[in-house]
């Protein structure tokens, strides 16, 4: 695997994202710049220019190293490099040949007819061969950790995750519709990235404290022991196909503890309304009524989220609908009891009618946001 280093080294010296795939990227004889002082290739000297020193080669120049020259030099050295030594090691003597193989790159580059973004690729693919080299040679004789597999004898794994894209239904008062946009591209610069805006409330989400108080806990302050729990589904779907505003009411959890016991100390409990099945509808998923100015969709009632937080002791709870509360109610009131209460929330839960009533457990995969009143996450289930 290439390192960070010369990933960082690659991108400095190329344009920005956007020049990218406009294709505005350099050709091989850009950096001659640099001109043959800027690239003497001792052993240590090699790695401290890592990418950016070939942005001047065509594949032809880079192939005048040997693996030989690579390998007699380790990781350790170049670490040992200052800043201070780089500096002069740029104004001093270049190596000899130096300006030979760069006027070779150039003219082979030219007489190809490789193009600026191809150029840019080559020198990519080049340095990060090298590197890929360097660590190998390096790496001789080094013992190698063995990873213990994770026994999951016994036990399946439930995605409670929606795919979250560009069309994920939002309620779009309050949050604006996510856009995805790819700034690299493989036939460019030899990988893909895009870059993501989206609202932290999309998708399959966590509320956190500080989604409803101001000084409560944020999305990077959430206890990890908090977001392995057992889960408790709690079923209403045959209720809320025929009413499309019901809630959780404390009878559905004392029915649901008469069947499997007391909740768990430490539980999670999800509301399975079966809405996540109206997911690519997004009329059907949210539901508004403009003359009440109102969602059509279930929520959990007062009388539960007091049930749960005084009489049970529970990490948080959640829904497979859009909101914890019912749609028709203009005021929050259960986000905040169970926010302020310094406990979390999952909303836009899917699939919770592939889990049992009890018995499994769940793993919420929080984004780590720093200062996060929510995050994007992915949540599983071990049945």
């Known amino acids: 695997m290439c390192s960070p280093q010369i990933l960082a080294a690659a991108l400095a010296e190329a344009p920005p994202h956007d020049d990218l795939c406009a294709g505005h990227g350099h050709h091989a004889g850009a950096h001659h710049e640099h001109g043959a002082t800027a690239h003497g290739h001792g052993p240590a000297a090699r790695h401290e220019h890592g990418v950016a020193a070939h942005h001047g080669h065509s594949t032809i120049a880079h192939q005048t ?19 201070a030594a780089h500096h002069e090691h740029r104004a001093g003597a270049p190596h000899e040949g130096a300006s030979a193989a760069h006027e070779l790159g150039r003219g082979a580059v030219s007489a190809e007819g490789i193009g600026r973004r191809r150029a840019l690729r080559a020198a990519l693919g080049a340095a990060l061969g090298v590197a890929g080299a360097s660590a190998a040679a390096g ?11 994770l026994n999951l004898s016994g036990f399946s794994v439930r995605d409670l995750t929606h795919a979250v894209g560009p069309d994920f239904p939002v309620f779009n008062l309050y949050v604006r519709q996510p856009v995805q946009r790819q700034v690299m591209f493989e036939e460019i610069i030899g990988f893909n990235t895009a870059e993501w805006t989206m609202n932290e409330h999309t998708g399959t989400h966590i509320d956190v404290p500080a989604h409803s108080q101001r000084g409560l806990a944020r999305a990077d302050a959430i206890p990890v022991e908090n977001l392995v729990a057992p889960l408790c589904v709690v079923r209403i779907a045959e209720r809320a196909a025929q009413d499309t505003t019901t809630e959780l009411h404390v009878e559905d959890l004392l029915d649901w503890e008469r069947r499997n016991g007391r909740i768990p100390d430490g539980a999670f409990v999800a509301m399975d309304t079966g809405w996540y ?4 509808d997004p009329a059907a998923y949210l539901p508004f009524d403009p003359l009440r100015l109102a969602l059509l969709i279930p929520g959990i009632g007062p009388d539960a989220a007091e049930f749960l937080l005084t009489e049970r002791s529970i990490v948080g709870f959640g829904t497979d609908t859009s909101s914890l509360d019912v749609g028709t109610r203009f005021e929050p009131m259960v986000h905040r009891m169970l926010l302020r209460s310094g406990r979390y929330g999952i909303e836009n839960l899917a699939a919770l009618d ?11 995969g929080a984004a780590k946001l720093r200062g996060g009143f929510g995050a994007p996450a992915r949540v599983l289930a071990f049945v």
């Open 277 to 280: 099945h109206r997911v690519h």
């Open 354 to 364: 592939t889990v049992p009533e009890s018995g499994a457990t769940l793993v919420v």
């Open 139 to 149: 790496a001789v004789g080094a013992p190698r950790a063995r990873a213990q597999p």
């Open 65 to 83: 190293h040997s693996t030989a020259t690579h390998d007699r030099h380790s990781i350790a050295p170049h670490d040992a490099n200052s800043a």
